[in-house]
């Protein structure tokens, strides 16, 4: 699967990473060293690193893990830990192949059903009661991205990174992701296009990569050479501070903190830093909201739509979000979504079901589809505000 644009030879490297990682994000990350180099790849508060280094550090956390804390013996691993570590501990231990649960230490405890009790936990702060398996420190996560891993074996096992929710009656699941496969990279594939990111974008993400779209982000900026800089847990003076000091070209974030960056712009009186794409996820959008960011952007703006389970399924560019204000797009290739009961392709409204990367899933949100232009129109799901 080509990207728009994308050069023969990139081409010819995804698939090389690809045929030896398969459709993960250890390919995605590989391919990355190899074809962008020193170009910047990662920003995380104050550490950065180019996609060659990023790739390295990896291998260097991974070579550490498997002969230290892991015993050479496969282990799942849970990351609860906030900065730079998480990324590195990511690749790292899906460089492994081992089974990763990406997870907010703000919801640790509550999540805790979740977790494997036999689980390597790489956590800050004293390790919790209930947890029987071995801790570790973001702090050593940090101390071992300096080694040398180059000389890591490659592993026959493909990682899988397993995503827990929470569902409207509070229900905690669990998600396995496996390998992403082909119609996972058409999805990916067709978000960049899309959106339009370029090699040249710098991308502002605020949701952290335990969220199916922060994670999509990252993917996304491995994939195309594009910096990615996380600003997670940062107030909204901070994310203003950072879209002007990092050129920032792209912005992703929630409706909710879209909102405080234009409250922080009215208060303050500046005047908005300049943006090529702002991208809405998260939560329902509300055409008010749409009005205003147009207002102070321009028709720039676009929203996404999808779940944990199937990743992103639909995309508003644009020239459709100026015309109906409301609505979370068009699907995405690779990607279908319909109304529960209604077996046609023509209008309907109620339940909506989405399918994508190998998952169909029956959503807790209510929808309206117009001319395969989709709609919710009531959501029941409960947004995490953790972060």
Excluded: N
Excluded at 251 to 262: D, V
């Amino acid at each position: 699967m080509r990207l728009r644009g994308m050069p023969p030879a990139h081409a010819r490297s995804l698939w090389r990473s690809v045929r030896s990682y398969g459709f993960t994000i250890t390919a995605l990350a590989r391919h990355a060293a190899r074809v962008h180099g020193d170009r910047l790849g990662l920003v995380v508060d104050d550490w950065s690193a180019s996609f060659r280094e990023l790739w390295r550090a990896a291998e260097g956390v991974a070579a550490v893990l498997y002969l230290g804390p892991l015993e050479r013996r496969p282990r799942p691993v849970v990351l609860a830990c906030a900065g730079p570590a998480m990324q590195l501990a990511l690749v790292a231990v899906a460089r492994l192949g081992l089974d990763v649960m990406p997870i907010s230490p703000r919801v640790l405890d509550d999540y805790r059903r979740a977790v494997p009790r036999e689980a390597l936990l790489i956590h800050d702060g004293p390790a919790p009661e209930w947890h029987r398996g071995p801790t570790l420190s973001a702090e050593r996560i940090m101390e071992w991205s300096e080694t040398d891993g180059s000389g890591l074996a490659r592993t026959r096992h493909r990682a899988r990174i397993v995503l827990p929710s929470k569902t409207a009656a509070g229900t905690i699941t669990t998600h396995v992701q496996g390998a992403m496969g082909v119609q996972g990279l058409r999805q990916l594939a067709g978000l960049h296009d899309r959106i339009g990111i370029l090699g040249t974008d710098v991308v502002l993400a605020c949701a952290p990569p335990h969220r199916g779209q922060g994670l999509q982000l990252m993917g996304m900026a491995l994939l195309s050479g594009a910096t990615l800089v996380s600003a997670a847990h940062t107030p909204a003076a901070d994310r203003i501070r950072i879209i002007r000091e990092r050129f920032v070209s792209v912005l992703s974030a929630s409706p909710r903190q879209l909102t405080g960056i234009l409250d922080e712009l009215a208060r303050s009186g500046e005047d908005p830093p300049r943006l090529r794409r702002i991208m809405v996820a998260g939560e329902d959008i509300d055409p008010d909201l749409v009005r205003r960011l147009h207002a102070t952007w321009g028709p720039i703006v676009l929203t996404a739509y999808g779940t944990v389970e199937t990743g992103t399924v639909a995309v508003a560019t644009p020239e459709l979000l100026s015309a109906h204000p409301g609505t979370a797009g068009q699907r995405l290739p690779g990607s279908e979504f319909g109304i529960v009961g209604h077996a046609g392709k023509g209008d309907a409204a109620g339940v909506l079901w989405v399918r994508g990367a190998h998952a169909t899933v029956i959503t807790e949100d209510r929808a309206r589809i117009d001319d395969g232009r989709l709609t919710i129109v009531g959501s029941l799901t409960r947004p995490e505000t953790a972060d």
